[in-house]
């Protein structure tokens, strides 16, 4: 059974920095290009970040870009994402998710419970 | 960037209505939009991938067709357990936008 448990988020203060982490088990990691995701409260989902399977190749929403870095450790089976120069509006619970099909554009079939991020003074 | 704009953003149909769900992109897709089942305080679940496959699991009472820039999300008999928030989603490049989502009801 695929397996995805994020951890990390806290309460943060505007201008700060946070590492979320997501722990995959049940399936081959390094296979599977993986993303985080998020909500903030009450609104829609938003696509922050993919990554490819070896790190090599990565994508950013505009809202992020420059301040997020997503990252992994395929030999833990582990994702990341750095989150720097944190702001109100990145409040939101955060989502790691895999793809559905390996080597192709797919979606989502698997998606963590998430983790709540609070960006306030 | 392509924008995914959903239609209507709220609906309030009688169980066993047939109801539709639209999504537009602002540039052509092929065949790669997605959707998506949120319900209340729950993770998104996969319904249906490549415009019209039913992802493994999901009741034949949703369907997806469309492609290039018009789809639809068909619930041919609306259920109680079909309240929920449904999202499409575009996955054929970065970035692979959401749209803004559209919520069920029971009327």
């Known amino acids: 059974e695929v397996q995805l448990l994020e951890s990390g988020g806290i309460l943060v203060q505007p201008g700060g920095s946070l590492r979320l982490s997501c722990a995959a088990s049940?399936?081959?990691?390094?296979?599977?290009?993986m993303n985080w995701v998020r909500q903030a409260p009450g609104k829609g989902l938003e696509w922050v970040s993919t990554m490819d399977t070896s790190g090599a190749v990565t994508f950013y929403a505009d809202s992020v870009k420059g301040r997020f870095t997503i990252s992994r450790d395929n030999s833990k089976n582990t994702l990341f994402l750095q989150m720097n120069t944190l702001r109100a509006e990145d409040t939101a619970v955060y989502y790691c998710a895999k793809h559905l099909i390996i080597g192709v554009p797919s979606p989502y079939d698997s998606w963590g419970q998430g983790t709540l991020v609070t960006v306030s003074p | 960037d392509v924008q995914m704009t959903q239609s209507p953003s709220s609906l309030s149909a009688s169980v066993g209505d047939r109801v539709t769900i639209t999504c537009r992109a602002s540039q052509g897709i092929s065949n790669y939009l997605a959707w998506y089942q949120q319900k209340p305080g729950k993770v998104p679940n996969l319904l249906i991938y490549a415009a019209s496959t039913l992802h493994s699991g999901v009741p034949s009472r949703f369907s997806g067709s469309g492609s290039g820039t018009d789809f639809t999300l068909t619930i041919s008999s609306l259920q109680p357990e079909d309240v929920a928030t449904y999202y499409c989603q575009k996955y054929n490049s970065a970035p692979r936008t959401f749209g803004q989502g559209t919520k069920v009801e029971i009327k």
């Open positions: 049940g399936f081959t990691f390094s296979n599977y290009a």
